[in-house]
């Protein structure tokens, strides 16, 4: 069986892979002094609980945009399952041409994403966009260049900087909404990060199809924690909500 986890800069993400497939899926919040022992315990114990012998892992893969988390992971990894993990890198190889000024700037998520995006969706001019603690949206063209694209606040940061910036905005459930206009204050902050997150989605697939792609439209592929408010809005050609963890799994298999 096979570990991939995607630490981000709110939460942990990670899959268990047995033969190809994902047999299970858990979610941890984020905390950047987190020992190995706390990593490790959780690990092994969400593990337990769904059914998955910590014994039977035999490859660890992580991607990581955390750098003061990264120590503690591989720590944990070799402590509680005598594993060295492959950590997603600069020099890892991803089958990736990266079109980046400096291609070591490219985040670990953005690289799995992509990755995960080819392996699924061969061949084709693909649009990423990832709904998690920041909107990243990127191009990739069917000869595996990973062009560039986009990062932005994502929709929970852009809820609470309302919230801490403002004297007299609170913090809201985010959720889907249909009307255009909030009668109250939440719903007027509801309608707000909702619509503009469709409209700015809408927006740059639009001009980076123009741009990138104007004799083959992209596949459109939408992934992260938050991509299934948009549901309703058809703004996806595809939603793969385990994207980054196929992605995961593929460098894993590059760089047996």
């Not at 959780?42 to 893969?61: G, H, K, M, Q, Y």
């Not at 992971?73 to 000024?101: D, H, N």
């Not at 670990?108 to 920041?134: E, Y």
């Not at 123009?210 to 948009?230: R, S």
Request: proline share 5%; charged share 20%; net charge negative.
């Amino acid at each position: 069986m096979i570990l991939c986890l995607d630490v981000g800069n709110t939460q942990v993400y990670g899959g268990v892979f047995d033969e190809g497939q994902l047999i299970t899926q858990f979610r941890r919040t984020s905390q950047l002094r987190s020992s190995s022992d706390e990593l490790g315990v959780f690990f092994r114990s969400v593990l337990r609980e769904n059914d998955v012998d910590p014994t039977a892992i035999r490859e660890i893969v992580i991607c990581c945009v955390v750098p003061d988390l990264l120590y503690s992971l591989r720590a944990c990894a070799q402590k509680y399952f005598e594993i060295e993990p492959l950590v997603l890198r600069p020099g890892i190889k991803t089958g990736l041409k990266i079109a980046y000024r400096d291609p070591k700037e490219v985040g670990a998520d953005r690289i799995a994403d992509a990755v995960g995006a080819i392996k699924l969706f061969p061949d084709r001019h693909l649009i990423v966009a990832d709904f998690g603690t920041a909107t990243t949206v990127c191009a990739i063209r069917s000869d595996r260049t990973f062009l560039g694209g986009n990062i932005l606040p994502g929709v929970r940061l852009s809820m609470e900087a309302l919230e801490m910036r403002t004297a007299q905005l609170p913090s809201v459930e985010i959720k889907p909404v249909k009307n255009a206009i909030g009668t109250t204050t939440i719903e007027s902050i509801q309608t707000g990060l909702f619509w503009s997150n469709v409209g700015m989605i809408k927006e740059l697939v639009s001009r980076i199809t123009a741009q990138e792609f104007p004799n083959e439209p992209p596949l459109v592929v939408g992934t992260g924690g938050f991509v299934h408010l948009f549901d309703s809005e058809q703004i996806f050609d595809h939603v793969v909500t385990d994207l980054i963890l196929a992605g995961l799994l593929e460098v894993l298999r590059l760089n047996r």
